[in-house]
T-cell receptor
Framework: NAGVTQTPKFQVLKTGQSMTLQCAQD?????MSWYRQDPGMGLRLIHY???????DQGEVPNGYNVSRSTTEDFPLRLLSAAPSQTSVYFC????????????FGPGTRLLVL | GDSVTQMEGPVTLSEEAFLTINCTYT??????LFWYVQYPGEGLQLLLK?????DKGSNKGFEATYRKETTSFHLEKGSVQVSDSAVYFC????????????FGQGTTLQVKP
């Protein structure tokens, strides 16, 4: 199993550009989440999904869009990038049938100029 | 809402010193508690977990006990090594079991030889 994979690893955007951060998992996990990590603030939840076709907002959803058309994929879309979205983004997955552990991807480092 | 508070860092220790990183939480019901570790340039790895009161999680010489009476989950290690230098995150998952994690702000540990 590859686990949770994220692409790209690093991206530079200009203000106003759009992009999609990709996340995929091959563990057949129902739950998937996106977090952003900023210095001194830990990780904050952006959006999450409890299954295909079901998504909900987390703590910091503004400026981000998600959809979940398959169990495996959970892309995060930045519609119009802003410097405040410069961060490291982590995707995670878990399954209630496997207990409480979440598995994290390696992260995407995003710089918005 | 649910929240996690960690002691502020950075924490600087000499090799073989005793480590304590404090973590307290606020949550309704019976959350699960976690410690994640992030080594330089890497993603998050689960270090240990506890799912009910008085459970002790342990891994790689690290321990933490789920104390419901004090709403705490302090991380301890008897003798740290230089290789333990990393950022440590305390986190909780609420009893609603939707896969969402609430993180503390993280504590940077630096161990000097």
């Amino acid at each position: 199993n590859a686990g949770v994979t994220q692409t790209p690893k690093f991206q530079v955007l200009k203000t106003g550009q759009s992009m999609t951060l990709q996340c995929a998992q091959d563990m057949n996990h129902e739950y998937m989440s996106w977090y952003r990590q900023d210095p001194g603030m830990g990780l904050r939840l952006i959006h999450y999904s409890v299954g295909a076709g079901i998504t909900d907002q987390g703590e910091v959803p503004n400026g981000y869009n998600v959809s979940r058309s398959t169990t495996e994929d959970f892309p995060l879309r930045l519609l119009s990038a802003a410097p405040s979205q410069t961060s490291v983004y982590f995707c995670a997955s878990s399954s209630p049938s496997e207990g409480v552990t979440q598995y994290f991807g390696p992260g995407t480092r995003l710089l918005v100029l | 809402g649910d929240s996690v508070t960690q002691m502020e860092g950075p924490v600087t220790l000499s090799e073989e010193a005793f480590l304590t990183i404090n973590c307290t939480y606020t949550a309704t019901g019976y959350p699960s508690l976690f410690w994640y570790v992030q080594y330089p340039g890497e993603g998050l790895q689960l270090l240990l977990k506890a799912t009910k009161a008085d459970d002790k999680g342990s891994n790689k010489g690290f321990e933490a006990t789920y104390r419901k009476e004090t709403t705490s989950f302090h991380l301890e290690k008897g003798s740290v090594q230089v290789s333990d230098s990393a950022v440590y995150f305390c986190a909780l998952r609420g009893s609603s079991n939707t896969g969402k994690l609430i993180f503390g702000q993280g504590t940077t540990l630096q161990v000097k030889p």
